[in-house]
C-alpha cells in the first residue's frame, strides 16, 4: 500500500517562501509522475505542479509557473515543491499526489493527507 506523507506547511506572510516535502513509502517509483494539488475553502482541487519519476519534465499551471519549483530525490522517494513569492491566493490545503500513468489530474491513484498552507496579508 503507497503512502504520502506531507510536511512543510505553515503560515508565512506575503512574498515569503516554504518549502513542502511528500515522502512516499509502500513501492519504489520506476515510473508515473508525483503531483501537488491545492484545495481552498469553497474552491474546487487545484493542479499545482508534476514531475515525472524518471523524467525532469515538470508541468505548472500559469497561477504558479515561475514561482513554484518541483523537484524530486529518487533516492529519498521524496518530491519537493519550492514555492516563492507567496500570494494570500495561494492559501489552501496542499496534497501530494502519484500517479503510475500520465501528469493529467485525472491519473492520480494515491493521496497524501494534506498539508495547510497559509499566506497572510
Known amino acids: 500500500q503507497v503512502q504520502l506523507v506531507e510536511s512543510g506547511g505553515g503560515l508565512v506572510q506575503a512574498g515569503g517562501s516554504l518549502r513542502l516535502s511528500c515522502a512516499a513509502s509502500g513501492r519504489t517509483f520506476s515510473s508515473g509522475y508525483m503531483g501537488w494539488f491545492r484545495q481552498a475553502p469553497g474552491k474546487e482541487r487545484e493542479f499545482v505542479s508534476a514531475?515525472?519519476?524518471?523524467?525532469?519534465?515538470?508541468f505548472y499551471p500559469a497561477s504558479v509557473e515561475g514561482r513554484f519549483t518541483i523537484s524530486r530525490d529518487n533516492a529519498k522517494n521524496t518530491v519537493y515543491l519550492q514555492m516563492n513569492s507567496l500570494k494570500p491566493e495561494d492559501t489552501a490545503v496542499y496534497y501530494c499526489?502519484?500517479?503510475?500513468?500520465?501528469?493529467?489530474?485525472?491519473?492520480?491513484?494515491?493521496w497524501g493527507q494534506g498539508t495547510q498552507v497559509t499566506v497572510s496579508s
Open positions: 499526489a502519484a500517479s503510475l500513468r500520465s501528469w493529467l489530474a485525472r491519473d492520480y491513484d494515491y
Open positions: 514531475i515525472g519519476w524518471r523524467t525532469d519534465t515538470t
